[in-house]
């Protein structure tokens, strides 16, 4: 027979399989034939996943046999479809027709048709190939030895140990006999042999052409049937079938490495089928250096198998039981039970068995379902590579190996592919019918489409109609029963994981039927979908010691019952994983939309239980952002409720509170905070309600940041008898839990305001405080010659885009602090033909109407103050951060009027806030306009270049700051307090590295816009996350691997991820009644208009690998310019050195390492100023000390010391006091803190701000600088090399302080000159007289 090959390199268009010289009888036929009176099913075990230490994934191959034993044709090789091709300057073949008529119909373009070939080409594995020769050749070995092993003659339990572990000694590798758990009982009477199988075939993906090659290669699966003389008709009792199975897979093991030729090419070890104890197997690896194997980078597995009539399968139904309690007691087997039907069923216990008979079933099965479709291969391809790019199977969380879904693989969803080809009925609406003539890309489209709406455990769906759906339905959750009508396909499959196969399927339906682009990269190519760390809102990882469920006195300790229902599981990671996961789910229902447990595969098989001691798991929650930060949880009604008011109370103990509502409803509730409760507190709530489960009924000690204190002294003061699971919380080897998100919120506050006094102040306050302002305003049109249209706020602070809430200072507290920060609103007035046409004269009547309008609201309000500034010039030094005013933006060039930057301060009296007013008139747009349009015509380019760019900075002021104002507020208000969290943690993040705002770096437009780009266009296939955890580690993500000078990157703001969502996903699923899927979003005319602005950009040259946004309303990303290439750079080595410290932190259970990921080094530049902390007027927005650890690394850093916090006893504040202060907006005195000028009131005074901008304009062409403007003490710099090299020859326009290069010969009569570095720098410490405090030089 002919030994099926790997690797199938496909054509675009389909796979063309050699042909034999005569056809030959299918080896599932010869299998069939010889297995007859089963019905035909599928249910290829090679889908499983392969054992614990494989390195390719857990659902890689299916079935279809290629080697046979005796039995089997020499040419088994499986048939796959071929295209016939149009002779040459002849018509086209209906078949090319067909596929351009595919291409225009199905496709949005040509490219994704081409790339889903393409991908289909590098990535098939199929027999009968050139690279898969020596594949083959090795698997007639591995048949020839399997066939050719020696009987061994029946012996007992303890003779059949000794055997084992004397033959495995013999050849170098001692080895034990993989029996499950529990073992084989003392006594029990059971014999173990072993003859050589007659029958092995090779079954699964590769042989059918549907295999494909992943992260971790690929599975070859053999089937070895065992002989029947070898087990009894009641074997299938007692764990008798998997005891003999467990030997025989021994036998196995030893002969293959007895065997020398085995030896050389394969490394031979044990393993386990879909991570079931019950189901070992033999896994052998290709040696790394041998030829034709070890790059090809396959896996063999030999998985034992029965025939159909080896023992009485139709007695295996899920009702029963086959596992008596006596037996797992350590009874004698075969005492009394009483009555079987009373006994608990053990279903998944039969679904082994079953699984392991219909193998080559289920195999005849897809092998006839590819005869009928031939496309049926390349879809479930398809299918793999899908369902290959989400499973978390073998990816890597810092140095743990995820062992990901064991049961939920690509056999299952080619088995669903299937049921929609040939059995989808009528009768299920969510089942579409499937054609037999359509193509793979229709197929999986459609698959997927099911996938996404169908839930198994409310319909069940069949193969057959016989199938009795009441009694699988009530003992295994999802039910999808295979073609015999006996097996569940689902069997051990958690509800957590159809729950994500259908959040992922969601998406994917989304990004295959969108409207605009093509995402072909996001549906079979994104790496962010296996990232544990981005994926999810929370994150925990939980450490638990399993020596409770591994002990041998485990069984005493436990009622049958219970400790009968574990070992249901076939291992005890998954029996902890789905009490785990079911009793979250059941318990945050209403909190959660996911809440997955990732546990992991560091331990080998042949290490048995023991290395299994201490396990991890990662628990990933994707939250429900409409209810995770609710603060009272609202539970049932006793009296109407009383079975879920039981549960209720169960759950959380005295923390369910009988209480009555305005409403006049009387409800348990759980209560997580009360009054005002700051973003930081709300986003842990959810943490504290998973920490507060684990910990009551878990006994999992955890972290402070995570429970409060109030919380430990509930759960510690009545916990339920039954949680001790994993020891006492006293005990330090007891289970742990660790969470990344409540910790890593704390960067977003300052010295002044923490997560305390955040309660005090918030963004809702500020923006309150602004409509009560505008309203101010409008009651004064009477007084003014204008009447007030509207005024348009473009501060931060009144969009949650502040690093944190603007801060009131109540005048009858003096009203200063060391910095004030000025919130900037624009006023409109009435159009009217009266302004002067003159620019200047202009200017002056709006500083006019600036004065009158102050004069007015002071008259209204006499105890407000009211100050006429400019933004340039004495205490309006800074419109908060000095936004594109950048040598690599906009700003440094321009011809600034600084009579046009006029503005009013006005103190608001209610609030305690700053509003800064200005003007806005189009007529100014119009004039600048014109002038720069006459300039050009008289020839005066200079001077038409300079109102050029004063125009650009007008529009910018007045209409774009305006306009993204709007959006980000819309946007931050749809997706609270997510949104601003992840905006807030992104500016402090980028300002920590000095690269936010200021003389260089991305200005805080464009951050906002970068961080909201996970919102509206959810990165990878992701949804948008819930909290600024998730929101900010994504933009990590987007900063470390977006190719900004190849793809566009652009934020649709008409895309509302969060329209028409229901209780399984937060996107936009709006399902027609033609079954079309539609997102929200722009149109493609404005979709087209971002590509085309994009092309000529990347064709003209002007991307360079910087970063740049685009919107639907700045196609060409000129509003906010675009970052260096240098700069971008550096942000993408910063960003994939932050997401390595933050896996590193949920690595390790510690959060150590986590200030480094707003350390910035200092080692990477030429010189550092640093300045008096003194002077520093922002120094309190610095980190505050609960955030950052003493020890930061060797390495300088920027954050050398931490501002020393003043201390405040809340007890010590009457309750009154506090409540006042939060109404009238004051804050205690420890926060308010004295200008450092002595200069009071001064409102948006920054001199470190001013004092870089001098810097930057007069040194803009000869060096980078960089600061952290949220009060950094220190000012680093780069030389430009350009200016800064080597001597040049000496000219009058060089604009530089240079000096003789007396060691370099000028090569002409002129000097050489070289840039005279110190002197600029003396230059520096001159202009810096009274806040620089050094300056030093890093390197040369």
């Not at 599932?28 to 390719?56: C, L, P, T, Y």
């Not at 405040?1208 to 409540?1219: A, D, E, G, V, Y």
Request: proline content about 5%; hydrophobic content about 40%; some cysteine.
């Amino acid at each position: 027979m002919a030994a099926g090959g790997i690797a199938t390199k496909r054509t675009p268009r389909a796979t063309e399989a050699a042909k034999p010289k005569s056809k030959p009888k299918p080896v599932a036929r010869a299998a069939a034939d010889e297995a007859s009176d089963i019905d035909m099913a599928s249910d290829s075990d090679d889908n499983s996943q392969h054992s614990e230490g494989s390195d390719d994934d857990n659902d890689e191959e299916m079935a279809e046999p290629m080697l046979a034993g005796e039995n089997a044709s020499s040419e088994g090789a499986t048939k796959t479809p071929e295209h016939k091709k149009g002779h040459p300057g002849g018509k086209p073949t209906n078949a090319e027709i067909m596929a351009l008529n595919e291409t225009s119909l199905l496709f949005k373009s040509n490219l994704f048709k081409l790339q889903v070939d393409e991908l289909l080409s590098e990535t098939s594995v199929a027999a009968n190939t050139k690279p898969t020769r020596g594949l083959d050749a090795a698997l007639k070995q591995i048949r020839d030895v399997l066939t050719s092993l020696d009987d061994v003659k029946e012996m007992s339990t303890d003779s059949a140990s000794n055997y084992v572990r004397k033959q495995s000694k013999a050849s170098g590798r001692l080895a034990m006999i993989p029996f499950p758990d529990p073992s084989p009982a003392v006594g029990m009477p059971i014999s173990f042999g072993f003859k050589a199988p007659k029958v092995v075939n090779i079954v699964g993906s590769y042989p059918l052409g549907m295999g494909v090659q992943r992260h971790g290669g690929f599975n070859v699966d053999v089937v070895v049937q065992m002989p029947a003389e070898l087990f009894q008709e009641r074997d299938y009792l007692n764990y008798r079938y998997f005891y003999k199975r467990a030997f025989y897979v021994a036998v196995l093991l030893i002969g293959l490495q007895q065997h020398s030729a085995i030896s050389e090419l394969f490394d031979v070890e044990f393993g386990s089928l879909r991570n079931d104890t019950r189901l070992p197997i033999v896994v052998l690896r290709p040696k790394s250096g041998v030829k034709h194997l070890g790059k090809l980078g396959c896996t063999v597995r030999i998985l034992p198998s029965i025939a159909h009539d080896t023992l009485p399968l139709k007695r295996l139904s899920p009702e029963r039981n086959y596992v008596r309690p006596s037996y797992i007691s350590n009874a004698k087997e075969g005492s009394a039970e009483g009555d079987e039907a009373n006994l608990p069923a053990t279903p998944q216990y039969s679904a082994a068995i079953l699984s392991d008979a219909l193998l080559l079933t289920h195999m005849k099965y897809l092998f006839e379902t590819t005869e009928m479709c031939p496309e049926f291969p390349r879809a479930a391809s398809l299918l793999r590579i899908w369902i290959g790019q989400r499973a978390a199977a073998g990816r890597q969380l810092g140095g743990h190996r995820l062992a990901g879904s064991q049961r939920l693989n690509g056999f299952v969803l080619t088995m669903v592919l299937a049921w929609l080809l040939r059995c989808a009925h009528s009768g299920v609406s969510s089942g579409p019918k499937l054609s037999g003539t359509m193509s793979a890309y229709q197929l999986f489209k459609g698959a997927v489409e099911f996938l996404a709406v169908h839930d198994f455990e409310e319909t069940p769906i069949q193969f057959g109609t016989v199938a009795n759906l009441e009694a699988f339905g009530d003992n295994f959750g999802a039910v999808f029963v295979d073609p015999t009508d006996s097996l569940n396909l689902l069997s051990g499959v958690q509800e957590w994981e159809l729950a994500e196969l259908r959040m992922e399927a969601r998406l994917t339906a989304l990004d295959i039927n969108h409207h605009v682009e093509d995402r072909f990269a996001r549906v079979f190519l994104s790496a962010a979908l296996t990232d544990v760390s981005a994926k999810y809102d929370h994150v925990f990882r939980l450490e638990v010691d399993l020596s409770k469920f591994l002990s041998a006195k485990h069984g005493a300790e436990l009622k049958p019952a219970r400790r009968l229902a574990e070992l249901e599981f076939g291992h005890p990671v998954a029996a902890v994983q789905n009490r785990i996961a079911s009793f979250l789910s059941s318990a945050l229902e209403k909190h959660t939309r996911l809440i997955a447990v990732h546990p992991c595969a560091d331990a080998r098989f042949e290490d048995g239980v023991k290395a299994m001691r201490r396990h991890v798991f990662f628990i990933g929650v994707v939250a429900d952002a409409k209810e995770a930060h609710r603060l009272v949880d609202l539970g049932p009604n006793p009296d109407l409720q009383p079975e879920e008011a039981s549960r209720f109370r169960a759950y959380w103990g005295e923390r369910a509170e009988l209480r009555r509502f305005r409403d006049g409803a009387i409800r348990l509730a759980t209560v997580w905070g009360a009054g005002e409760v700051s973003m930081e507190k709300r986003a842990s709530i959810l943490p504290r309600m998973v920490a507060y489960l684990l910990r009551r009924h878990f006994s999992i000690r955890t972290a402070p940041e995570v429970m409060q204190a109030d919380d430990l002294f509930v759960v510690d003061n009545a916990r339920p008898n039954n949680a001790k699971a994993f020891g006492l919380v006293t005990d330090p080897l007891a289970g742990s839990l660790f969470c990344l998100s409540t910790r890593i919120a704390a960067f977003a506050q300052t010295i002044d305001i923490d997560a305390d006094s955040a309660e005090q102040i918030s963004f809702e306050a500020a923006v309150n405080a602004f409509d009560e302002f505008q309203r101010e305003i409008k009651q004064l049109e009477a007084q003014m010659p204008l009447r007030v249209l509207s005024l348009h706020a473009v501060a931060p602070g009144l969009r949650y885009a502040s690093l944190v809430p603007p801060k009131p200072l109540s005048m009858e507290q003096g009203g200063d602090d060391s910095f004030i920060e000025p919130l900037h609103v624009i006023v409109e007035f009435m159009t009217s033909n009266k302004w002067p046409d003159d620019i200047t004269a202009l200017h002056k009547i709006k500083t006019a109407f600036l004065l009158r309008l102050g004069e007015a609201y002071t008259a209204l309000h006499p105890d407000s103050r009211v100050e006429l500034v400019n933004r340039f010039h004495g205490r309006g030094a800074a419109d908060g951060l000095l936004t594109g005013a950048s040598s690599l933006t906009l700003g440094a060039h321009e011809n600034m009027d600084y009579e046009g930057d006029n503005c009013i301060d006005i103190r608001h009296v209610a609030s305690g806030l700053t509003f800064r007013l200005s003007v806005l008139c189009d007529r100014e747009g119009e004039l600048l306009a014109k002038k720069a349009g006459d300039m050009r015509l008289a020839g005066l380019v200079a001077h038409a270049e300079a109102i050029e760019m004063a125009h650009r900075r007008w529009t910018r002021n007045h209409i774009w700051r305006p306009k993204h104002h709007r959006q980000i507020l819309d946007l931050c208000q749809r997706h609270h307090p997510a949104a601003s969290l992840t905006i807030r943690l992104l500016k402090r993040w980028l300002s920590r590295h000095m690269l936010l705002g200021q003389a260089v770096g991305v200005p805080e437009e464009l951050a906002e816009l970068v961080a909201l780009h996970v919102f509206t266009d959810v990165s990878g296939g992701l949804s948008e996350p819930a909290t600024g955890y998730a929101g900010f580690v994504r933009c990590l993500g987007l900063l470390a691997e977006w190719r900004w000078g190849e793809d566009l990157f652009a934020v649709d703001f008409s895309a509302d991820t969060r329209e028409a969502s229901d209780e399984d996903g937060g996107v936009v699923a709006k399902t027609l009644a033609q079954g079309v899927w539609a997102s929200s979003g722009m149109s493609a005319e404005a979709f087209e208009a971002l590509q085309k602005a994009f092309a000529e950009a990347k064709e003209h040259g002007k991307l360079k690998g910087g970063l740049r946004v685009a919107t639907e309303d700045d196609p060409e990303a000129a509003w906010w310019g675009a970052v260096a290439p240098v700069l971008t750079r550096r942000l993408r080595t910063l960003a994939k050195a932050s997401l390595e410290c933050v896996v590193s932190c949920l690595d390790s259970g510690s959060d150590a390492q986590l200030p480094q990921v707003f350390t910035t080094p200092l080692d990477d530049y030429d010189f550092i100023i640093r300045l008096r902390r003194d002077v520093v007027c922002r120094k309190y927005e610095q980190l505050p000390r609960s955030a950052v650890l003493p020890e930061c690394g060797e390495a300088e850093v920027a954050d050398e010391d931490v501002l020393d916090e003043p201390e405040i006893f809340k007890n010590l504040l009457p309750t009154m006091q506090q409540s006042q202060q939060r109404v009238l907006g004051k804050l205690p005195a420890s926060r308010r803190h004295a200008n450092p000028f002595q200069r009071p009131g001064m409102v948006g005074f920054d001199p470190v701000a001013l004092y870089v901008r001098d810097l930057a304009n007069v040194y803009r062409d000869s060096m980078l600088l960089f600061n952290d403007v949220y009060g950094g003490h220190i000012i680093a710099g780069l030389w430009n090399p350009t200016v800064v090299g080597k001597p040049v020859a000496f000219a009058a326009n060089l604009l530089a302080n240079v000096q003789v290069a007396s060691e370099v010969k000028a090569s002409s009569s002129r000097p050489m000159v070289s840039y005279n570095v110190e002197a600029v720098l003396e230059e520096m410490a001159r202009l810096g007289e009274g806040i620089v405090e050094s300056i030093s030089v890093k390197r040369d």
